[in-house]
């Protein structure tokens, strides 16, 4: 069994003829045509999209998952000092009613009398 792999332009706009998998003094077990427009190898899995080896691919996903979990704490953080600061700006305000100035009464007639001089 074997593939061909069409010529391709590279990321460099250089033009890659084509060739046939497995390739010469290549791996006897890559015979698919993988790849993408502007790169192309023989492999051995028809569902593989990178030339690469996997291991890379792990430690990517170790640093995202240390880039997300460091987030998740800050964010965690963050919403904790909110609820906090809220709890506090609650419970320390006074309990009594805010004093509003000066009340208003009415005066009685005596004491109106006694203030026009």
Known sequence: ???????YLNADKVLVSGFSCPRT??????????GFQDVKYCCDDPHSFFPYEHSYMWWLSVGALVGLSIAAVVLFAFIIT???LCYLFIN???RSKLDSGLSLQM??????GNSIC
Do not use: F, I, L, N
Not at 1 to 7: G, K, L, Q, T
Not at 25 to 34: F, H, I, M, R
Not at 107 to 112: G, M, P
């Open 25 to 34: 003094g290549g791996d006897a077990s890559a015979v698919y045509c993988c």
């Open 1 to 7: 069994m074997s593939a061909e792999c069409s010529s």
């Open 92 to 94: 320390t305000k006074p």
């Open 82 to 84: 909110v609820c906090v």
């Open 107 to 112: 005066a009685d007639s005596e004491t109106r």
